[in-house]
């Protein structure tokens, strides 16, 4: 069965372009995340969504953020316009129930704004 | 709040060595925890969880055991190897406000030396 998939693996652009990441949940998981990790702040939680609903967006960094779940296999991450400091690894998870359940982690996907 | 705190690293070690990574948490209900790993250019997975109070979770050679009365959940593995370097993250779900929380820890990176 396949994992989390994202795309692209890795994305340089220039500060200002617009900035879409996607990400295909592990079919039949009702849970998924958005993660950004930098050696700086570590692992930060970005936005949530269950059953396609977002349910906290309370670590979206501000307006520029935006997060879809257009329906249950897809889900972006758009970013404009971006700006140097938010380079970093995003990485998408996905969870079959939450409380003592598992998180299944893409590989990320690497954004460099120049 | 809910958080996790980890001990920093790097933590480096020779092969066989004894390797005890410290986690505590805070937490407002009865959350679950979890050792989550990272190598090189992966996206996390897990390594081993427990759901309650005195639960020891298992995994290859690795150990932790979830203590509510000191709100630690330490990661021991007896004897470590070269494969074993990665950065290790602790966790913790918990139920606040209706809402789930999914923390990470800052994550603790292990070299191991030949």
């Known amino acids: 069965d396949a994992g989390v998939i994202q795309s692209p693996r890795h994305e340089v652009t220039e500060m200002g372009q617009e900035v879409t990441l996607r990400c295909k949940p592990i079919?039949?998981?009702?849970?998924l995340f958005w993660y950004r990790q930098t050696m700086m702040r570590g692992l930060e939680l970005l936005i949530y969504f269950n059953n396609n609903v977002p349910i906290d967006d309370s670590g979206m960094p501000e307006d520029r953020f935006s997060a879809k779940m257009p329906n249950a296999s897809f889900s972006t991450l758009k970013i404009q316009p971006s700006e140097p400091r938010d380079s970093a690894v995003y990485f998408c998870?996905?969870?079959?129930?939450?409380?003592?359940?598992?998180?299944?982690f893409g590989e990320g996907s690497r954004l460099t704004v120049l | 709040g809910n958080s996790v705190t980890q001990m920093e690293g790097p933590v480096t070690l020779s092969e066989e060595a004894f390797l005890t990574i410290n986690c505590t948490y805070t937490a407002t209900g009865y959350p679950s925890l979890f050792w989550y790993v990272q190598y090189p250019g992966e996206g996390l997975q897990l390594l081993l969880k427990a759901t309650k109070a005195d639960d020891k979770g298992s995994n290859k050679g690795f150990e932790a055991t979830y203590r509510k009365e000191t709100t630690s959940f330490h990661l021991e593995k007896g004897s470590v190897q070269v494969s074993d370097s990665a950065v290790y993250f602790c966790a913790l779900s918990d139920r606040t406000s209706g809402t789930y929380k999914y923390i990470f820890g800052t994550g603790t990176r292990l070299k191991v030396l030949a």
């Open positions: 998870a996905s969870s079959q129930g939450l409380w003592a359940g598992e998180l299944f």
């Open positions: 079919s039949g998981h009702d849970y």
